[in-house]
């Protein structure tokens, strides 16, 4: 399916607020846009991957992003770029600093979806309007109104709920790891470093589609639209409300001035 296509049809029936991102993991910097915008290359700073998605999603820039450019221990374990090492993964570094203690802290690091190692060097994010290659995830952040369109969507073809595993926090495993290790949808309540450091609204959530689905999401959109779910959502408004007292009373007066 074209891009343009899936571009469209978010754009109708969804109406995000923000850019859809298309998503690719390559192997190697020759395979990175020549256009990409490199944090430390372009700018001399380093930053997490989810401040990447947000100036893909937000500002409409093409971000290249490499073991060189992460901020975020996290984001570089999660896609691959850095090694897993046991001593690293133990709960000694306090991370996530939120948790109860060090062995929930190690748990989460190393319960935390994987890509190999050194498989890929690069992660290049895009709008989808504006991706001159093929994605292999699309990311789409909206407000649960939105969502619950596009889990419809899904639905209509399959018949089965779209599963969560959000801990709130470590966005990016759930909405760029996860759906490349299951080739699954992904609906992710995103927190901590996506809203502290990528200034992620509360209102926000997030939706990852793998892109071998995107043609069976499409056309559930299409189908639930006609079948009338809709986005803003449609309220019921044909009953009579009632009024105060006076308001009758007024009324009954002015008809029999009549």
Known sequence: MEL?????ALDLYIRPSTYPVAIKL???MDELPERARRPKRDWRMLMPVCQGVALARRYGWLIGLGAEDMLCPLGGLTLGFLPARTKSLNGRFNIPFWV???EIGAKILQDMPRLQYKKHTHIVL???HRAE????????????AQVARLIQAVVYST???IASASIGGIACAGEITKPLLTDQFQFIVVGAGDRAFAQTQD????????ISKAEMLVEGLEATHKAGLRYPTPSFLKFQVEVPQSFSELLDSLRQSD
Do not use: M, T
């Not at 290659?133 to 649960?144: A, R, S, T």
């Not at 209102?203 to 793998?210: L, Q």
């Open 26 to 28: 390559v192997s190697s």
């Open 126 to 128: 895009a709008p989808l």
């Open 159 to 161: 018949g089965e709920p």
């Open 4 to 8: 343009q296509e899936i571009q469209r």
């Open 133 to 144: 290659f093929e994605p292999q995830v699309i990311l789409v952040y909206g407000n649960p």
């Open 100 to 102: 109860k203690d060090r």
């Open 203 to 210: 209102h926000e959530v997030s939706f990852a589609i793998p």
